[in-house]
């Protein structure tokens, strides 16, 4: 069982701060809500872990999902959001995405974001599970690059506050209030509190607990880890969503190839060179992520491969320099020249359904506390994304927030009350490296894309001989991510064990099939 805090402090004793809206994350959501609360009068503190550029939304290379063609509609997008999300969804979450997204869209490229055209207007690709060609793309597949730049371009020509390096350890919380946060200068490797009326965490997900993922290092759960000693519910937490197409080859990182690139009609092959999608499913190569990941694993297992191949030979090399021209540097950095080369891919935890549980405006279950974005689990994405929805999530839900709050802090006053925590026995004596290394082996053999009770047990008994943590005292943020990391794992190994049946990012050897009986959430509190 966590402490309260992770730290010990003691908020009298530290340099304070205070705005309106503290909001905790630079991505697409963070930047979005603090520009659009700005906007609406607000003043406003970002917190970001890093630099303000280091986010899973600078990495996005596919695009962003909105119902802008002719031939679309919101609910053609909502059917397909639906259908991907295996039962889960929340329809009122996913009417919001697809009714507000492509206005939250036209707000983006009126903020300057240059997205691709063609001789019919703006250009739109396919990804998977999408029915339509909807997904907007920015310098070919650099949208995610496009989109916060121009973020943080606005936010810096607003001068809002943006504290860098700025680590948030812990949420103050008393009596089920959100009063601020407690924060760690990396720069001065010290301790500071951040007042808030309203707390946003857009802190992004997880996917740095797993080995091989196509996340940044920013990625370590700590959103969740923080909300849940705060006594926050979280939801959802089983299911993980595992790109299936990302570049494996020895000295390479693990790089995403887009989703985009089969939808432009790429094939994936096995290491006999055969083409197998055809026999997993209708929609071949642009099947629901979470079967695709499990046909190349398949295959891979079946073959005795490591990786199989993403082929683009025979499109037209043109399309593919200007589709792709990010891709194809990077791959050509490594010796490929995609035009001849097949691409060694494998699956890589991607993206997290579940995360701290909001209603439709984004609050969580502790007042003053809101969560948007990858953190956030408002029930848009179910059991699984569907492909290029996540950047609009936080639009829509991080626009949502400000609506909702201006009209509470008109009449909200805070108390100033003060934190404390000084009870944690000394900083643990052992080597977070080496616990961190096995944590990222352990989730992705147990708790990764096919998941038995057995390995479940033994992921929860890894998390359990190590709960002494929470008893210790950390000041410094390496060991600070790894206890995060240790509390969000056991969460998602928790609710992978008691789901008794498989579903869109979750499947469970020992349960392989869906059961009406499950067609419910799995909600957690501290
Ligand atoms: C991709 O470009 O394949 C990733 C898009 C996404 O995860 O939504």
């Not at 899973?56 to 695009?63: L, R």
């Not at 992004?204 to 996340?215: A, I, P, Q, S, W």
Request: aromatic share 8%.
């Amino acid at each position: 069982m966590p402490g309260k805090y992770m730290s010990n402090f003691d908020s009298r004793d530290l340099p304070q701060e205070e705005d309106e809206y503290i909001i905790l994350g630079s991505g697409i959501a963070g930047l979005y809500t603090a520009l659009a609360a700005y906007g609406a009068g607000g003043s406003v503190t970002v917190l970001t872990k890093c630099s303000m550029m280091n986010t899973s939304t600078d990495k996005a290379q596919g695009g962003i999902a909105a119902a802008l063609g002719d031939s679309d509609s919101p609910s053609l997008h909502r059917e397909d959001t639906i259908v991907a999300g295996a039962g889960l969804c929340d329809d009122e979450a996913v009417a919001a995405l697809v009714n507000e997204g492509p206005k939250r869209v036209k707000e983006l490229i009126d903020l300057g974001a240059i997205f691709d055209y063609d001789s019919h207007g703006l250009a739109m690709t396919r990804e998977g599970a999408h029915s339509q060609r909807r997904i907007l793309h920015a310098s070919g597949d650099a949208t995610g690059a496009e989109i916060q730049r121009v973020l943080t371009e606005r936010v810096r020509e607003k001068k809002i506050r943006v504290r860098e390096n700025h680590y948030v350890v812990d949420l103050l919380v008393w009596n089920n209030t959100c009063y601020g946060v407690l924060a760690f200068d990396r720069d001065i490797n010290s301790f500071k509190v951040y007042r808030g009326k309203v707390v946003v965490l857009a802190t992004g997900g997880l996917g740095r607990l797993f080995e091989f993922n196509t996340n940044p290092e920013i990625a370590t759960g700590d959103g969740i880890a923080i909300a849940f000693r705060a006594r926050a519910e979280v939801m959802d937490m089983e299911f993980i969503q595992f790109h299936p197409t990302v570049l494996n080859l020895p000295g390479a990182p693990p790089f995403l190839i887009s989703e985009a690139v089969r939808g432009e009609g790429a094939y994936l092959r096995n290491s006999e060179g055969l083409r197998f999608m055809p026999r997993y499913h209708d929609l071949l190569e642009l099947a629901p992520r979470d079967i695709v990941v499990r046909a190349i694993l398949e295959e891979m297992a079946r073959t005795g491969a490591s990786k199989v191949y993403l082929d683009l030979t025979h499109l037209d090399p043109e399309v593919i320099r200007k589709r792709f021209p990010n891709i194809t540097r990077t791959c050509s950095l490594y010796g490929l020249d995609i035009m001849v080369d097949p691409i060694p891919v494998a699956p890589a935890a991607h993206y997290m359904m579940g995360g701290v549980k909001t209603n439709l405006v984004g609050e969580t279950s502790i007042k003053g506390l809101y969560a948007c974005g990858e953190v956030a689990c408002q029930g848009v994405h179910g059991a699984n994304r569907l492909a290029s929805n996540s950047l609009l999530d936080g639009l829509v839900f991080g626009g949502r927030i400000v609506e909702e709050t201006r009209q509470f802090l008109k009449d909200y006053h805070p108390r100033h009350l003060e934190f404390a925590c000084d009870w944690l026995l000394e900083p643990a004596k052992i080597d977070f490296a080496d616990l961190r290394k096995k944590l990222e082996v352990l989730m992705c053999a147990k708790v990764g894309p096919f998941r038995s009770g057995d390995g479940l047990k033994e992921s929860l008994d890894f998390f359990d001989y190590w709960s002494f943590l929470g008893r210790h005292t950390t000041d410094n943020v390496e060991q600070m991510e790894v206890k995060n990391m240790l509390q969000v794992g056991e969460l998602v190994a928790e609710a992978a064990i008691t789901r008794r049946e498989s579903r869109g990012g979750h499947y469970r050897v020992d349960y392989p099939d869906t059961h009406r009986r499950w067609q419910k959430h799995i909600i957690f509190r501290r």
